[in-house]
């Protein structure tokens, strides 16, 4: 039982290290003190406050948020799905959204508040696109939800190819490129409060219901006979997790493997799937995007790399790692 | 009874930390000297003539050496040292920190050179309010067509204090302009523009390259072409279009050999008259709408009226006018066809 | 008296007829056994019993009410089920199984930690020891008593059972069937078990249904019918079985032609 505690501690004592780092980085130089004054109030420099609360701050903890949506996502979607591979871009909402993206680009809508609307708009109707087909082949197995999602992913990556494909290479298609590729470097003070409010309602409400995901992971006939709805649950919970995710997704882009790899982190941490399984998921995967947001901020000096390919980079290791671990376990 | 305690702790810890982000400050407002639309229909105000600026891209980069207050920049574009005039024109450019590009600005960045004033393209115009949110004014200019361009240069010279400036180029534009459209003639020379990537694109008559055709005393082949960016045309369109002249432009990715070896294109009449011509390159983009863009037309020009126009002029005319604007002597070899 | 459970008319197909209009009635405090030869349907009965297949004919009455008319958590805390695959994720531990079975009881908004009764569920099955043991990783054995401490957990009045001792062994299948008796007798409850050893069957059931290809085709009284009788009833099904009882325990065994 102490054991457990302390894992926590551990934790989360890490992830605020983490933060704290993350605030000292950028290309507005600011030392500690400089921050030590700022949060304090006792800041006279203008314009370092306005740095500070309306770019550095949000931004990190747009990182804390966006990581703690998509690792408690993944976690949700490996449980319902009984699949450890399972992740929140399975019913298509990050192809979804980045095809509303595209689609904002081109139109020459482009501006932030377009965008934004347009991929959480259509990072949700991914998701019903999924549901509907499912219920069109009457199947309600948790393999058909998957290959349902792979299908709408797939139409949805399409058609960000034909949209890729007909935009103006200097502009345009730079612009989908890059969002496509996941980053914080826009975030405001204003993005990060939209987001926070949009997610604490699913979040909150997924976290509470932790007992009933568990009991989904042990099929819809063993959780029924427990007293459990699967079929109306699940798509509950799908529809909340998307929400979530198609939120941030909205905001940052696509930031990979981090709802893939978090919860396996995760289990290997804790190794237990209940309690406070999702929740350290969540913590994980905002140590993720956080530590990947620094390196992206200060490998090459003035610029920033899109956060995907850290976290990609980052993540494998701790992938093969975890496959040698099944050796054979594999199903 | 742990669960629920554990979220409600977080959601605490959360809801503090935002507590602190309310208290931000605001910026104060001052009354104003300066006052601007700029060309994404924004109003910009400036306290006084911008004595710091930051440049976002090289086409306002360009702006600045033109108007002489090159010296002023603090911050410039991204890969600034592909730009050979910075070279010539003001070495201490390639020293600036680069803090953008067309698919990213550096906002922290920028914000720390404390600038008066930030010049950005229309692209990037969603930066523009995080950077006016900070304080700073920024001016979003979109020089696609001549006209724009000396707008351009007349709001860059009124926030900077060097109207005057803007008005003595967009003089010498007019003047050059009246010169080229005297001359007379019965049958205008058809002309092919090739694109930066690939001969077989040409740009359609909404695009400056074909104002510069037209204003040079040609005509454009691909006028009727619709469109409104680099139109790809086919061997056969290109055939039947024939024009008289082939010109590539200075920043192309391929040569005027390239044509000729082109087997496909062996019947052109312009490549059996050895009409095929590539602006100058080591010095600036002239076939693009920049402030030095009017070089491109009255280059063009003296190829297509040599007996009006003699090529020795028009270096002259070059050297002058970078001696005049941009204040440094170009190498007459960098005169090439 | 009124039956706890009472199934009228049940049928289930898939492909093919695997439930063929089978109607039964339980009362309290007694266990019914079900007994057939492998695949008549046994299994499938249950499952549907509980409500796993939808589209099937014939209707579920519990205490008189239409169990299928209730929601999903009306109907868990009426009828239990225990299984015979359970094929899960690692990281649930036997003492997060067993909490399950407490979900009929909670709402969204309120939770209670069960530790105390999941441990001393626990330890009326001697399991305590395997309480944060990772449950995919014990014994089939072990298993099955974590699913029974569940069930004893869901507290329902019937209790649907598929062949609950066949991955233990002696000593366990005792303490099972004494669980059995002691849920049905001292609790008052209600039980249909799966078997398909009519050994066991004979020791422990008050009646016993028995099952082939699809249909009821006989019922067993034990303690109103002699020993011929109940071997000529059985011979269908069973045609190598001779019944019998000991006149000093008055415990049944069989034996073999």
């Not at chain 1, 306005?50 to 408690?72: K, S």
């Not at chain 2, 229909?41 to 086409?59: D, G, N």
């Not at chain 2, 900077?160 to 009246?178: H, M, R």
Request: aromatic share 10%.
């Amino acid at each position: 039982m102490k054991k457990k505690h302390l894992k926590w501690i551990y934790i989360v004592l890490f992830l605020l290290i983490v933060c704290c780092g993350s605030l000292l980085i950028g290309s507005y130089h600011l030392s500690l003190d400089e921050i030590l004054l700022l949060i304090s109030g006792q800041s006279t420099d203008v314009m370092a406050q306005q740095v500070f609360y309306t770019l550095r701050m949000p931004r990190v903890l747009m990182g804390l948020l966006a990581g703690m949506a998509l690792g408690v996502a993944g976690a949700v979607y490996q449980m319902i799905f009984s699949n450890p591979l399972a992740s929140p871009d399975l019913t298509g909402v990050a192809s979804g959204a980045s095809l509303g993206a595209a689609l904002a680009i081109v139109i020459g809508a482009g501006s932030a508040f377009e965008m934004i609307i347009g991929s959480f708009v259509m990072g949700l109707l991914a998701l019903l696109f999924v549901i509907l087909l499912v219920k069109m082949t009457g199947s309600q197995h948790a393999t058909t939800y998957i290959l349902a999602g792979i299908i709408i992913s797939a139409l949805a990556d399409a058609s960000i190819m034909i949209f890729k494909y007909i935009s103006d290479p200097l502009g345009e298609l730079a612009a989908i490129e890059f969002w496509i590729m996941g980053s914080l470097s826009a975030i405001t003070l204003n993005h990060m409060l939209i987001t926070f409010f949009s997610m604490m309602i699913p979040l909150v409400l997924l976290l509470l219901c932790h007992r009933q995901i568990v009991m989904l992971s042990l099929g819809d006939d063993n959780a029924r006979y427990l007293g459990l709805n699967a079929q109306t649950f699940r798509i509950a919970v799908l529809l909340l997790t998307t929400w979530m995710v198609a939120t941030i997704v909205a905001m940052t882009g696509v930031i990979s493997f981090v709802g893939l790899i978090a919860p396996h982190i995760a289990y290997l941490i804790l190794k237990k799937r209940t309690g406070s399984f999702l929740l350290i998921s969540g913590c994980i995967g905002s140590l993720i995007i956080l530590v990947g947001d620094m390196l992206a901020r200060s490998l090459i000096p003035g610029a920033e790399l899109p956060l995907s390919i850290l976290t990609i980079f980052f993540s494998t290791p701790v992938f093969i790692f975890w496959m040698m671990k099944q050796r054979g376990r594999i199903q | 009874m742990g669960h629920k305690r554990k979220i409600l702790s977080l959601f605490v810890v959360v809801t503090m930390m935002f507590s602190l982000i309310a208290c931000t400050p605001k910026t104060s407002t001052q009354s104003t000297q300066i006052e601007l639309t700029d060309q994404a229909k924004r109003l910009v105000t400036l306290k006084q003539p911008a004595q710091k600026i930051v440049s976002c891209y090289y086409i306002t980069t360009y702006a600045t050496l033109s108007l002489g207050i090159s010296d002023r920049l603090v911050g410039i574009e991204k890969k600034a040292e592909s730009r050979p005039i910075y070279q010539m024109a003001n070495q201490k450019l390639l020293n600036l920190k680069q803090v953008g590009s067309l698919k990213e600005l550096n906002i922290e960045a920028i914000a720390e050179l404390k600038p008066d004033l930030v010049l950005m393209p229309l692209k990037l115009k969603e930066k523009a309010q995080i950077l006016t949110d900070l304080g700073i004014p920024v001016l979003v200019v979109n020089p696609e067509t001549h006209e724009q361009l000396v707008e351009m240069l007349s709001l860059i010279g009124k926030a900077c204090g060097v109207e005057d400036k803007a008005k003595q180029l967009s003089e010498y534009y007019q003047t050059q302009i009246d010169k080229m459209s005297k001359v007379k003639t019965n049958s205008f020379k058809t002309i092919y523009m090739g694109a930066n990537s690939s001969y077989l694109e040409t740009a359609p008559a909404s695009m400056y390259q074909s104002t510069l055709i037209e204003m040079a005393g040609g005509m454009n082949v691909a006028k009727d072409l619709k469109g409104d960016y680099w139109t790809k045309v086919s061997y056969e369109t290109l055939l039947k279009m024939n024009p008289d002249m082939f010109i590539i432009p200075t920043g192309a990715s391929y040569t005027i050999q390239d044509i000729f070896n082109d087997p496909q294109l062996k019947t052109l009449k312009a490549v059996q008259t050895q009409s095929v011509y590539q602006m100058p390159q080591g010095i600036e983009e002239w076939d693009s709408p920049i402030p030095s863009g009017i070089l491109g037309t009255m280059w063009l020009h003296s190829l297509l009226y040599p007996e009006n126009y003699s090529f020795d002029t028009f270096e002259k005319d070059v050297k002058d006018f970078y001696q005049t604007f941009y204040g440094f002597d170009i190498d007459q070899s960098l005169m090439t066809k | 008296m009124k039956p706890i459970l009472e199934v009228k008319n049940m049928s289930i197909c898939y492909e093919r007829i695997v439930v063929d209009d089978v109607s039964l009635s339980l009362y309290q405090s007694e266990v019914v056994g079900l007994l057939g030869r492998n695949g008549c349907g046994k299994s499938t009965l249950l499952k549907g019993i509980m409500g796993g297949f939808p589209k099937c004919e014939g209707q579920v009455y519990v205490y008189e009410k239409d169990y299928f008319a209730m929601n999903t958590k009306t109907r868990a805390q009426y009828l239990s089920m225990l299984t015979q695959r359970f094929d899960i994720m690692e990281g649930i531990d036997a003492a997060d199984m067993i909490e399950f079975g407490s979900y009929v009881y909670s709402s969204l908004w309120s939770y209670h930690s069960h530790q105390e009764k999941v441990y001393e569920i626990a330890n009326a099955f001697h399991i305590q020891h395997l309480l944060h043991h990772e449950y995919t990783k014990l014994s089939e054995g072990q298993k099955q008593l974590v699913q029974l401490a569940r069930l004893t957990m869901q507290n329902t009045p019937v209790l649907l059972l598929d062949e609950p001792d066949s991955a233990l062994d002696f000593d366990n299948r005792h303490m099972i069937f004494q669980w059995i008796q002691e849920m049905i007798k001292h609790h008052q409850k209600t039980g249909l078990i799966v078997l398909h050893d009519p050994v066991v069957a004979f020791m422990y059931c008050d009646r016993i249904l028995l099952m082939e290809q699809g249909r009821i085709i006989n019922e067993i009284q034990p303690q109103k019918e002699t020993c011929d009788e109940i071997t000529l009833k059985m011979q269908s099904l069973y045609p190598h079985l001779i019944v019998k009882k000991d006149i000093e325990t008055n415990q049944y065994y069989c034996l073999t032609k």
